[in-house]
């Protein structure tokens, strides 16, 4: 990173820069060199984090988007399900009523459920507020500017 001396070293050895004669341990480098190595040693530190943090956010992604393929395979495997044990149903009841109509019976119980889980989504999408935080905040950003925060409460 930077060619300065390693702050945890044994504190006997003098840094090159130090003058002749100067008192062992004292750094004789001006504020603006220090600042500009702090500068450096920070800016090196920040690249590092968010190297870092593309790195988990990769690894998660990648994690996540093998559970989310799991979860449509379950999907698939349960809609199959599904439909062979529709199948045995509409087979069973075909030998006790007659085909045409075991299948009209069978539609039937899947209309039913049908009607009840759209029944029961639309009144969940009703309940939806939005963001009602978030738009409140945001009301809140204009007065906070002009420095009226008082206002906000």
Do not use: C, Y
Not at 141 to 152: M, Q, T, V
């Amino acid at each position: 990173m930077s060619s300065t001396r390693d702050p945890f070293a044994a504190s006997s050895a003098a840094p090159s820069s130090a003058a002749p004669g100067a008192a062992p341990g004292r750094d004789d480098r001006s504020v603006g060199e220090l600042v500009g190595e702090v500068s450096r040693d920070l800016s090196a530190l920040i690249r590092q984090e968010v190297e870092l943090a593309k790195a988990e956010a990769a690894q998660s992604a990648k994690r996540a988007g093998k559970g989310a393929g799991m979860f449509g395979g379950a999907g698939v495997a349960g809609h199959m399900v599904l439909l062979f044990l529709s199948l045995a149903l509409w087979w069973a009841l075909g030998s006790v009523m007659g085909g045409g109509w075991s299948a009209l019976v069978v539609a039937g119980v899947w209309a039913v459920i049908a009607a009840v889980l759209a029944m029961r989504g639309r009144s969940e999408l009703k309940s939806v507020e939005g963001l009602p935080q978030t738009a409140d905040s945001v009301k809140k950003i204009p007065d906070a500017l002009r420095g009226h925060e008082e206002r906000n409460s």
